[in-house]
DNA sequence: TCTGGGGTCCTAGGACCC
DNA sequence: TCTGGGGTCCTAGGACCC
């Protein structure tokens, strides 16, 4: 059997944390720019907020019914995440970290424990040392763990935040009782193909010939079928290094001026190459976007992005900067209104294996060192402090609703995005 | 006035090879 | 008029996740 610890409305609840009070109010946390809802306290949900409301077309609501609405704090949901993670690992031999808030346990081989009753000590243990409620749901498959945290959710009052979906009637069951886009792999569009197919339920799926399921899904379907049966396509997989890395923000305002989209797309740049030397890893590829609003429709709408295959990789932020610059002069256009930019890279090789190309000059080497003392620094006396001449140091997205608590966190508590592990 | 920021994987199609 | 049958690699785009 396999078990997903989920904890329950994360960033809400790490905001209770700091501030007990908050204990059965509405709360929501906002993301960047305090834009959107991206947490709701179950009090929030119950008022009908949905995921991912623009703030500012709630404002009423909120203050309707005093709901109580937060900046995300990044460092603080690291942190916890951190302690509940290592609360939960420690009572098995394996696991997954699945996201920020969700780790899924191993428990092959546990015949002689009540996985059920270990799984409640694991809650409360969670519950008491971090001071986060989760749900845990448990399965042979880590589809059907996601069914089984699905319904601890639903239905609280019944399950005492642990539930476990075992034998062939309870499966079948859950199946009977779960709509179709609630299945873990299940999107927007696809949730509508299957509706425009008759298939409501995820038990619906299980009744279509394979021919038609791996048509419309690939061989996504084929799994997810097995997966639901209670047959195991996927297993827990080991930590590994990132793939991509993207740092892209929406502004605050608008940005019409070249140069001040050029220092935000060089900081951005600067971020990705010190989260590549995190890593220990050089990028091949490196990708720049600017986008305008596409909520304004009364501005003219521009968005493209260009990318650079580097002759040479690299993880220098000198290096990284120079391409990031001449792809930004390719991507820009005059007279528009910028929202949103980025910059992402892609295609590593580990640092001490790079393949260096013989006809290109090849400075990486001479950079690493003093990107590294750079970094030193920076994770000594605090993010940005030493940068490139071309980074202004200053923040052109805001969180205005911090909390006085938070600083008070802040002060207390050391910690470093590098225990963190995004999924 | 105001609408997030990350990631992964798969597939189809084109370029190229023998 | 008639124009094979494999491969591989790369990329863009689309789906999904939190």
Redesign the pocket.
Same mark, same amino acid.
């Given at each position: 059997m396999y078990a997903l610890v989920?904890c329950n409305n994360?960033f809400v609840s790490c905001e209770r944390t700091l501030d007990p009070a908050l204990e059965n109010q509405p709360v929501v946390v906002?993301?960047?720019?305090d834009?959107?809802v !991206?947490s709701r306290s179950r009090e929030a949900k119950d008022l009908g907020i949905p995921?991912?409301a623009?703030?500012?077309?709630f404002?009423e609501l909120f203050k309707e019914h005093n709901v109580k609405s937060f900046s995300a704090k990044f460092e603080l949901y690291n942190f916890k995440s951190q302690q509940v993670i290592e609360i939960a690992k420690s009572y098995v031999l394996d696991y997954e970290v #699945?996201?920020?808030?969700?780790l899924f346990l191993d428990f092959t081989g546990f015949k002689y424990i009540n996985i059920h009753d270990y799984c409640i000590e694991i809650k409360n243990r969670i519950g008491k040392e971090a001071n986060i409620p989760v749900s845990i749901g448990i399965a042979p498959t880590k589809t059907l763990c996601?069914v089984a945290n699905r319904i601890v959710k639903k239905y609280p009052d019944n399950f005492d935040g642990v539930f476990i979906l075992d034998t062939p009637d309870k499966i079948e069951k859950a199946l009977k009782w779960l709509p179709i886009g609630d !299945?873990?792999?299940?999107?927007?569009?696809?949730? !509508? $193909?299957m509706n425009d197919n008759g298939v409501h339920k995820a038990w619906d799926l299980l009744q279509k010939p394979e021919m038609w399921v791996?048509k419309v899904m690939?061989?996504?379907g084929i799994r997810m079928i097995n997966e639901l049966k209670g047959i195991r396509q996927l297993e827990l %997989?080991a930590p590994?290094?990132?793939?991509?890395?993207? !740092? +892209?923000?929406?502004?605050?305002?608008?940005l019409t001026q070249k140069e001040e989209v050029r220092e935000r797309v060089e900081t951005?740049g600067m #971020?990705c190459s010190e989260?590549l030397r995190k890593q220990n890893t050089c990028c091949k590829?490196i990708t720049v976007f600017v986008q305008t609003?596409?909520?304004?429709k009364d501005l003219p709408e521009y968005k493209n992005?260009v +990318?650079q295959?580097l002759p040479n990789p690299t993880n220098s932020s000198i290096l990284i900067g120079r391409v990031v610059n001449e792809l930004f002069e390719a991507v820009f256009k005059e007279g528009f209104h910028y929202? $949103?930019a980025?910059v992402?890279v892609? %295609?590593f090789v580990p640092e001490d294996q790079r393949l260096i190309n013989l006809f290109e000059e090849d400075t990486q080497n001479q950079h690493l060192p003093v990107m590294k003392a750079m970094d030193a620094l920076n994770k000594k006396f605090g993010k940005d402090k030493v940068r490139l001449g071309s980074m202004s140091g200053e923040n052109t997205?805001g969180r205005k609703q911090l909390s006085p608590e938070y600083e008070a966190f802040l002060k207390n508590n050391t910690f470093t995005e590098a225990n963190f592990r995004?999924?």
């Amino acid at each position: 059997m396999y078990a997903l610890v989920d904890c329950n409305n994360f960033f809400v609840s790490c905001e209770r944390t700091l501030d007990p009070a908050l204990e059965n109010q509405p709360v929501v946390v906002l993301s960047n720019n305090d834009g959107c809802v !991206v947490s709701r306290s179950r009090e929030a949900k119950d008022l009908g907020i949905p995921m991912a409301a623009p703030a500012f077309k709630f404002k009423e609501l909120f203050k309707e019914h005093n709901v109580k609405s937060f900046s995300a704090k990044f460092e603080l949901y690291n942190f916890k995440s951190q302690q509940v993670i290592e609360i939960a690992k420690s009572y098995v031999l394996d696991y997954e970290v #699945y996201s920020i808030d969700e780790l899924f346990l191993d428990f092959t081989g546990f015949k002689y424990i009540n996985i059920h009753d270990y799984c409640i000590e694991i809650k409360n243990r969670i519950g008491k040392e971090a001071n986060i409620p989760v749900s845990i749901g448990i399965a042979p498959t880590k589809t059907l763990c996601k069914v089984a945290n699905r319904i601890v959710k639903k239905y609280p009052d019944n399950f005492d935040g642990v539930f476990i979906l075992d034998t062939p009637d309870k499966i079948e069951k859950a199946l009977k009782w779960l709509p179709i886009g609630d !299945v873990w792999g299940i999107g927007r569009r696809l949730a !509508v $193909k299957m509706n425009d197919n008759g298939v409501h339920k995820a038990w619906d799926l299980l009744q279509k010939p394979e021919m038609w399921v791996r048509k419309v899904m690939g061989i996504h379907g084929i799994r997810m079928i097995n997966e639901l049966k209670g047959i195991r396509q996927l297993e827990l %997989d080991a930590p590994s290094p990132k793939k991509s890395i993207a !740092v +892209t923000r929406s502004f605050m305002e608008m940005l019409t001026q070249k140069e001040e989209v050029r220092e935000r797309v060089e900081t951005f740049g600067m #971020y990705c190459s010190e989260r590549l030397r995190k890593q220990n890893t050089c990028c091949k590829m490196i990708t720049v976007f600017v986008q305008t609003n596409r909520f304004r429709k009364d501005l003219p709408e521009y968005k493209n992005a260009v +990318t650079q295959i580097l002759p040479n990789p690299t993880n220098s932020s000198i290096l990284i900067g120079r391409v990031v610059n001449e792809l930004f002069e390719a991507v820009f256009k005059e007279g528009f209104h910028y929202k $949103k930019a980025g910059v992402i890279v892609n %295609d590593f090789v580990p640092e001490d294996q790079r393949l260096i190309n013989l006809f290109e000059e090849d400075t990486q080497n001479q950079h690493l060192p003093v990107m590294k003392a750079m970094d030193a620094l920076n994770k000594k006396f605090g993010k940005d402090k030493v940068r490139l001449g071309s980074m202004s140091g200053e923040n052109t997205y805001g969180r205005k609703q911090l909390s006085p608590e938070y600083e008070a966190f802040l002060k207390n508590n050391t910690f470093t995005e590098a225990n963190f592990r995004f999924h």
